[in-house]
């Protein structure tokens, strides 16, 4: 079956960028998805299809996908950005969703 | 806009079931592909399966495929998810949402505790 692996944990300085990988098998050739998810809160998509935002993410937040890893990058980051961070995929060959580890970001 | 409203915490004892419902207001469950996740405490979120209401048509993870079953009330337009054989381990917030393309509308989570 199709692994996503992310970092467990992901620090950076208030203000500053920070970047979340998901790594996986030929994961360019994949749509994916990433959720933000808060304490006691269910998640919210923050970048869907590997860069689009919703309407209502802030601009600071933006997705690539390249090769074997996505990478979910978001600028200018502040405190409320503390959060649990996890990517999907859609596996067609098991016809499942995947979910990567998920990774905490501290903003110091 | 579409709302997904869960049914309130269970406590249930190891070896039995629990049915969680998940209804849609705002729009027809049928429009939609739905799914349920899970997370255990301190834990990820891990996809169970999920039905296609107006097919009529569920799948499953394989881990869960033995236990699970997922069905929609197109009527009321409400989706469960039962979960047989339970588990200490399954002890989770169960959680639906709206599957187009990423979940972009989910419920607001439900607690189940298996404790003797």
């Known amino acids: 079956s199709y692994e996503l692996t992310q970092p467990l944990s992901v620090s950076v300085a208030l203000g500053q960028t920070a970047r979340i990988t998901c790594g996986g098998d030929n994961i360019a050739s994949k749509n994916v998805h990433w959720y933000q998810q808060e304490p006691g809160q269910a998640p919210v998509v923050v970048i869907y299809r590997d860069n689009n935002r919703p309407s209502g993410i802030p601009e600071r937040f933006s997705g690539s996908n390249s090769r074997n890893t996505a990478t979910l990058t978001i600028s200018r980051t502040q405190a409320g950005d503390e959060a649990d961070y996890y990517c999907?995929?859609?596996?067609?060959?098991?016809?499942?969703?995947?979910f990567g580890g998920g990774t905490k970001l501290t903003v110091l | 806009q579409v709302q997904l409203v869960q049914s309130g915490a269970e406590v249930k004892k190891p070896g039995s079931s629990v049915k969680v419902s998940c209804k849609a207001s705002?729009?027809?469950?049928?429009?939609?592909?739905l799914s349920w996740v899970r997370q255990a405490p301190g834990q990820g979120l891990e996809w169970m399966g999920r039905i296609i209401p107006i097919l009529n048509t569920s799948n499953y993870a394989q881990k869960f495929q033995d236990r699970v079953t997922i069905s929609a009330d197109k009527s009321t337009s409400t989706a469960y998810m039962e979960l047989s054989s339970l588990r200490y381990e399954d002890t989770a917030v169960y959680y639906c949402a709206k599957d187009q393309s990423a979940f972009d509308i989910w419920g607001q989570g439900t607690l189940v505790t298996v404790s003797s």
């Open positions: 705002g729009g027809a469950l049928t429009k939609y592909t």
């Open positions: 999907q995929v859609w596996d067609s060959t098991t016809s499942n969703w995947v």
